[in-house]
């Protein structure tokens, strides 16, 4: 079965700008989770959705925001880039939100100058 | 609240055993997990351990948890190239959510 898909792979935005990250879990998971990876900070929680709606949310600001739609794929954005978002940016699908169920993407690459 | 610790690089040659350890503070933590993660690519769930489990074993994978010390530990057998890679634990309460480790880079020379 085709896995976790998340697009695009690499982008590139300035300062100021506005970007929109899409994930499409794995056919018949309801719960998608996003997660922020950089250097310095290693892997953090940003938020999770389960049938559209935002179950869980991590310590980040409200620059940082998603949906999921009725078919379980899921957007996250991020307005008034900054250069301390560059980051990779992993979303992982499952059944319900176990995290043993957990698939991972491989991730979209944004890098903000 | 979550908070996971793992040391930052092991190098190992290819045939030996190589242990990562890790410990993590949330003591209410349902599950620990070891996640492996290769350039450019995103995270693979390589084991997992249910918190009221001392040893699970997976082929050449053999996860250790001392839950009175919160320490968990990846025992991988006979390392091959294909496992250098960075390799994270994490924990998961009842909120869905995975607290993760720095990671442990672990290059495995020929």
């Known amino acids: 079965k085709a896995g976790v898909t998340q697009t695009p792979r690499y982008l590139i935005k300035t300062r100021g700008q506005q970007v929109t990250l899409s994930c499409s879990p794995i056919?018949?998971?309801?719960?998608v989770s996003w997660y922020q990876q950089t250097p310095g900070q290693g892997l953090q929680f940003l938020f999770e959705?389960?049938?559209?709606?935002?179950?869980n949310k991590g310590n980040f600001p409200g620059r940082f925001s998603g949906r999921q739609f009725s078919n379980s794929r899921s957007e996250m954005n991020v307005s008034t880039l900054e250069l301390g978002d560059s980051a990779l940016y992993l979303c992982?699908?499952?059944?319900?939100?176990?995290?043993?169920?957990?698939?991972f993407g491989s991730g979209t690459r944004l890098t903000v100058v | 609240g979550e908070d996971v610790e793992q040391s930052l690089f092991l190098s190992v040659r290819e045939g030996d055993s190589s242990v990562i350890n890790c410990t993590y503070t949330?003591?209410?933590?349902?599950?620990l997990y070891w996640y492996k993660q290769e350039p450019g690519a995103g995270l693979q769930l390589l084991t997992y351990?249910?918190?009221?489990?001392d040893m699970k074993q997976d082929q050449r994978l053999t996860v250790l948890l001392n839950k009175k010390d919160k320490h968990l530990s990846l025992r991988i057998a006979d390392t091959q190239t294909g496992d250098s890679a960075i390799y994270f634990c994490?924990?998961?309460?009842?909120?869905?959510?995975?607290?993760f480790g720095k990671g442990n880079q672990v290059v495995v020379i020929p």
């Open positions: 992982a699908s499952s059944l319900s939100g176990e995290g043993y169920g957990y698939t």
């Open positions: 056919s018949g998971h309801r719960s």
């Open positions: 959705y389960f049938s559209e709606t935002q179950r």
């Open positions: 949330d003591s209410s933590s349902t599950y």
């Open positions: 351990i249910f918190s009221n489990m």
């Open positions: 994490a924990e998961s309460g009842g909120n869905n959510r995975l607290a």
